[in-house]
C-alpha cells in the first residue's frame, strides 16, 4: 500500500503520454510485493516443518488468504495512489496510517490465549474492525493448524471486497483528471 500510495505519480509519464491503463501500476507494485511474501511464506512453512516435524495440509488453502490479503492491499492502494496525485502529502500519511494499523493489528498474539471478547471493550471493537486481524487468524490456522478457518476467511473476504471495489470505484472516478493534473 505504502509503494502504491506514489506509484501513479512516479509513472506519470506512462499516464500522460500514452493511452495506458492506471489502474494496472497499482497492481503491479502489489503482484512484484507478492513475490517476496511468496518467498517468506515458504520460509515460514520449511522453519514450521524443522521445528514441528510437521507441516498442516492446510497450507494447500493459503492462496485464498493471498487472495484476499490481495483484494485489500490493491483497494486501498488504489484510494491511496488516487489521492496522492492531487493530495502530494498523501504518501506520508500513509506511512503513519500503516504504522498505526501495524500496531493495532495483534500479529504476535494467539487467539486460542487471548480471543477478542477477552480485551476490554473498545480495543475488542478496533481489533473487530480491523481486516488484518481476521486474515492473520487464517493464516496462522492454516499454516499451524489443522482446521480450516472458515469464518475469518469469509469475514476478511467481506473487508476486502469492500475495500477493491471503492477502491476501483474511486480510482476511475478520479483518474479522469490524473492527465491535467500530472
Given at each position: 500500500v505504502?509503494?502504491?500510495?506514489?506509484?501513479i505519480?512516479e509513472?506519470?509519464n506512462?499516464?500522460t503520454?500514452?493511452?495506458f491503463?492506471?489502474?494496472?501500476?497499482?497492481v503491479?507494485?502489489?503482484?512484484s510485493s507478492?513475490?517476496s511474501h511468496?518467498l517468506?511464506v515458504v520460509?515460514f512453512?520449511v522453519v514450521?516443518?524443522?521445528t514441528?516435524?510437521?507441516?498442516s495440509?492446510?497450507?494447500?488453502?493459503?492462496?485464498?488468504s493471498?487472495?484476499?490479503?490481495g483484494l485489500?492491499a490493491?483497494?486501498?492502494g488504489?484510494?491511496a495512489?488516487?489521492?496522492?496525485?492531487?493530495?502530494?502529502d498523501?504518501?506520508?500519511?500513509v506511512?503513519?496510517v500503516?504504522?498505526?494499523?501495524?500496531w493495532?493489528t495483534?500479529?504476535?498474539i494467539?487467539e486460542?490465549?487471548y480471543?477478542?471478547h477477552?480485551?476490554?471493550?473498545?480495543?475488542?471493537?478496533v481489533?473487530?474492525?480491523?481486516?488484518?486481524?481476521?486474515i492473520?487468524?487464517?493464516y496462522r490456522?492454516?499454516l499451524?493448524?489443522?482446521?480450516?478457518p472458515?469464518?475469518d476467511?469469509?469475514t476478511?473476504?467481506?473487508f476486502?471486497?469492500s475495500a477493491?471495489?471503492i477502491g476501483?470505484l474511486?480510482?476511475?472516478h478520479?483518474?479522469?483528471?490524473?492527465?491535467?493534473?500530472?
Amino acid at each position: 500500500v505504502q509503494r502504491a500510495s506514489g506509484s501513479i505519480v512516479e509513472q506519470a509519464n506512462l499516464i500522460t503520454k500514452t493511452m495506458f491503463p492506471s489502474e494496472i501500476v497499482p497492481v503491479s507494485i502489489f503482484l512484484s510485493s507478492l513475490v517476496s511474501h511468496l518467498l517468506a511464506v515458504v520460509l515460514f512453512i520449511v522453519v514450521v516443518a524443522i521445528t514441528e516435524h510437521r507441516v498442516s495440509p492446510m497450507i494447500a488453502l493459503l492462496p485464498i488468504s493471498m487472495l484476499v490479503l490481495g483484494l485489500l492491499a490493491v483497494g486501498i492502494g488504489w484510494v491511496a495512489a488516487s489521492l496522492q496525485v492531487y493530495l502530494r502529502d498523501t504518501a506520508q500519511v500513509v506511512t503513519v496510517v500503516m504504522t498505526l494499523w501495524f500496531w493495532i493489528t495483534p500479529v504476535m498474539i494467539p487467539e486460542a490465549q487471548y480471543p477478542i471478547h477477552r480485551f476490554p471493550r473498545e480495543v475488542g471493537l478496533v481489533l473487530a474492525a480491523n481486516p488484518l486481524v481476521y486474515i492473520i487468524r487464517a493464516y496462522r490456522q492454516m499454516l499451524l493448524g489443522h482446521t480450516i478457518p472458515w469464518g475469518d476467511i469469509a469475514t476478511a473476504m467481506a473487508f476486502a471486497t469492500s475495500a477493491f471495489v471503492i477502491g476501483g470505484l474511486f480510482f476511475r472516478h478520479m483518474k479522469r483528471g490524473f492527465a491535467d493534473v500530472l
